[in-house]
Nanobody, 116 residues
Framework: QVQVVESGGGLVQPGGSLRLSCVAS????????MGWYRQAPGKQRELVAT????????NYADSVKGRFTISRDNTKNTVYLQMNSLKFEDSDVYYC?????????WGQGTQVTVSS
């Protein structure tokens, strides 16, 4: 049974930081491309960041470059998203994503709210 579970969301002030974590099981994590997407109500889900299976290559949305960092620990089946210098417009539900053997896996999402 596949499980993708995010944690670490919450309320933070502008300029603050949060670290999201995602633990996955039920597929071969170390072979999977992992990523984070986000979605606001009424809007399409958008890519935030992705990381290749070995962690050598990462990709970021222009809106988060220089502020967010994606990383992974294949020994813990975990992918992280370090979010710094958070802005109001970063408020969204953040979803963890995995792709392995042409199959996609999604978590249930974790809410991030940036508010003063």
């Amino acid at each position: 049974q596949v499980q993708v579970v995010e944690s670490g969301g919450g309320l933070v002030q502008p300029g603050g930081s949060l670290r999201l974590s995602c633990v996955a099981s039920g597929f071969v994590f170390r072979l999977a491309t992992m990523g984070w997407y986000r979605q606001a109500p009424g809007k399409q889900r958008e890519l935030v960041a992705t990381i290749t299976s070995g962690g050598a290559n990462t990709n970021y949305a222009d809106s988060v470059k220089g502020r967010f960092t994606i990383s992974r620990d294949n020994t813990k089946n975990t992918v992280y998203l370090q979010m710094n210098s958070l802005k109001f417009e970063d408020s969204d539900v953040y979803y963890c994503y995995g792709r392995q053997n042409n199959r996609d896996y999604w978590g249930q999402g974790t809410q991030v709210t940036v508010s003063s």
